[in-house]
């Protein structure tokens, strides 16, 4: 995508419906077909990760309060996935990829997306990366990191994954998948003041909650505006620090490309991404024969400005 340099000119307004229809044609043809076999490690890997990390933060004081309120039930598919989201999330453990917690939330949405109706393992491969890819193609048509303007990018534009995740295992039509996406655009929220307390990991929970109840309520028949994604008032400006978002250019979802690119940043450590590096070499310091401890006067630390200010406690 070309760089943006200077505010956008509102073109006229795109086709109705425009991306979130093609998005959903996407959604309804990865429900069938091959999958690349050298992606499904990658994809497995995620998966597997995420389960972990679900097992750790299952007793955190978060998770304990989002069980309290959506007690999992026969059938209640989006209190499950409350739950399992803000366990994913609870220690900051969850992987990464362009500045999100990808299997955070699609991992827990469709694990209680298949609570109620099973889901192959093919279906369940196919609608994680329908999820990521319409994570990182929204993502990327942001200039600014979302961090700026105090969204937490995860849960503002995690709904749109999980509702497409969650779409694509079940099974909708494109139509149908395009309505959930519309739907799911209102279900954006969750702010960096909150990071560092125990709301944060709700943020995740919330995201994959919204991806099963905006797909069920457009199978209820609710509906939503076509082109809430790409209007003047719609999601990506509402959420854009300076407005600098691109809409026209076109979907390139069906080679899984941003997948391919960027894959998944899984942790070593339970903190957030940002202060990986730094914990990293403090411990290559420590673990140094060379290293004389009374012969360090001071340690300088260089983070982003964007780092410094999500890294809260």
């Known amino acids: 995508m070309a760089a943006i340099t200077a505010p956008l000119v509102h073109p006229a307004q795109p086709p109705i419906g425009s991306i979130a229809q ?26 597997t990760d995420c389960l972990a990390v679900m097992i750790a933060g299952w007793s955190a004081q978060s998770t304990r309060a989002v069980q309290a309120v959506f ?6 598919s989006a209190g499950l996935a409350a739950v399992l989201g803000t366990a994913a999330h ?13 299997s955070a ?3 827990p949405a469709l694990l209680a997306a298949a609570h109620s109706r099973p889901i192959s393992g093919r279906a369940m491969l196919a609608a994680y990366l329908a999820g990521y890819e319409i994570w990182a193609d929204l993502a990327a048509r942001e200039q600014d990191p979302l961090h700026a303007k105090g969204w937490h990018p995860s849960a503002t534009i995690g709904p749109m994954a999980a509702t497409a995740a969650v779409a694509c295992g079940w099974g909708l039509t494109a139509q149908q998948a395009a309505t959930a996406l519309a739907i799911a655009a209102s279900f954006s929220g969750g702010v960096v003041a909150n990071f560092g307390s125990s709301a944060k990991p709700f943020h995740i929970g919330r995201a994959a ?5 905006a797909v069920q309520l457009a199978q209820a028949g609710m509906t939503g505006s ?3 994604i790409e209007h003047d008032h719609g999601l990506l400006r509402a959420l854009s620090p300076r407005g600098l978002v691109d809409v026209a250019v076109p979907l390139s979802l069906e080679s899984l490309a941003h997948f391919r690119r960027q894959g998944l940043n899984i942790k070593l450590s339970p903190i957030c991404y940002a202060a990986h ?12 024969p060379r290293a004389r401890p009374d012969a360090i006067a001071r340690i300088d630390i260089e983070l982003g400005a964007t780092q410094s200010a999500i890294l809260r406690s």
């Open 71 to 76: 007690a999992p039930a026969p059938g209640n």
């Open 90 to 102: 609870a220690l900051d453990y969850d992987d990464t990829a362009f500045g999100n917690h990808p």
């Open 226 to 228: 076509a082109d809430v």
């Open 105 to 107: 939330v699609l991992v």
């Open 209 to 213: 909650q919204s991806g099963i109840v």
């Open 22 to 47: 093609a998005m959903g044609d996407f959604i309804a043809r990865m429900q069938s077909g091959p999958l690349p076999d050298e992606l499904t490690p990658a994809v497995k890997t995620g998966i």
């Open 277 to 288: 590096r730094i914990c990293d070499a403090a411990l290559l310091l420590r673990s140094d």
